[in-house]
């Protein structure tokens, strides 16, 4: 599972620091010494207020998923959610694997059709670049009962078409907090449809352009782990606040 898509209610940088080593002579001069071009040590704390169980035991489930402080993650955009200066700027220098973010929407317009990042055009179609991942939100209540899947048939399975599923994994229940369907474009992959597994005649075609230099992606393409597990402070019942402090990889 990815990192719960939700927007922190506040957030703390440590930018880190370049690996100087100091020497000192007995008559008080320093000589320093850059061992590295690239900041260490670049710390993320990202802390969720007044949220609702479930959504507090999502980060539980993630942290379990990634094995406590083992394997590294990237966050989606929602997590730099309030930052009005350059996304780069809350990420560790080294640029890992690009994530893009859709969120997705289902709207009743001659039959039900999938929207994304609240745009007004039914099924459009979508340029998924290879070696991307791309994380489609389902969170939104209006995707209640409309799963999102992918095929190398348009239509899907409602046109004796299969599931794809290479790369591609999913979480949760759509329309309820952290559900998602995310995909990371294989090298070579076939041009995809996105469908409803549940009806008909919801989605569209998905274009797999091999990658270039000057993709364009949002979210957090840095990875991080994390610094220690979560910390939940239950407000009263039904409702925690949740702390995850977080760790930049270089």
């Known amino acids: 599972m990815a990192f719960p898509i939700l927007k922190p209610s506040s957030r703390s940088y440590d930018p880190g620091a370049y690996p100087v080593k100091v020497f000192k002579a007995q008559n008080g001069k320093e000589t320093r010494i850059l061992y590295g071009s690239e900041r260490t040590e670049v710390k993320l704390s990202l802390s969720y207020a007044n949220i609702g169980d479930p959504n507090a035991e999502l980060f539980l489930d993630h942290y379990d998923e990634v094995q406590g402080t083992f394997q590294t993650f990237s966050l989606p955009g929602q997590a730099l959610g309030g930052w009005e200066g350059n996304d780069d700027a809350l990420k560790p220098a080294n640029i890992q694997i690009p994530t893009v973010t859709y969120l997705v929407t289902v709207v ?61 994994t999913t979480f949760g229940t759509p ?31 998905a274009n797999t352009p091999a990658a270039t230099t000057t993709a364009s992606t949002s979210g957090s393409q ?26 930049g990889v270089i």
């Open 108 to 168: 009743a317009d001659n039959g039900n059709k999938y929207r994304f990042n609240g745009g007004s055009s039914n099924a459009e179609t979508l340029e998924l670049t290879e070696g991307t991942i791309y994380l489609f939100s389902q969170q939104n209540a209006s995707n209640a009962g409309h799963p999102l899947r992918f095929s190398t048939t348009s239509n899907g399975t409602h046109n004796s078409g299969t599931e794809y599923t290479t790369g591609v």
């Open 175 to 205: 329309g309820q907090a952290g559900s998602y369907t995310r995909i990371q474009v294989a090298t070579g992959a076939p041009t995809l449809y996105y469908y409803c597994s549940q009806h008909s005649g919801m989605g569209g075609q």
């Open 222 to 247: 840095a990875q991080y782990r994390y610094e220690g597990p979560p910390q939940i402070a239950q407000v009263r019942p039904g409702i925690s606040t949740v702390t995850v402090n977080l760790i």
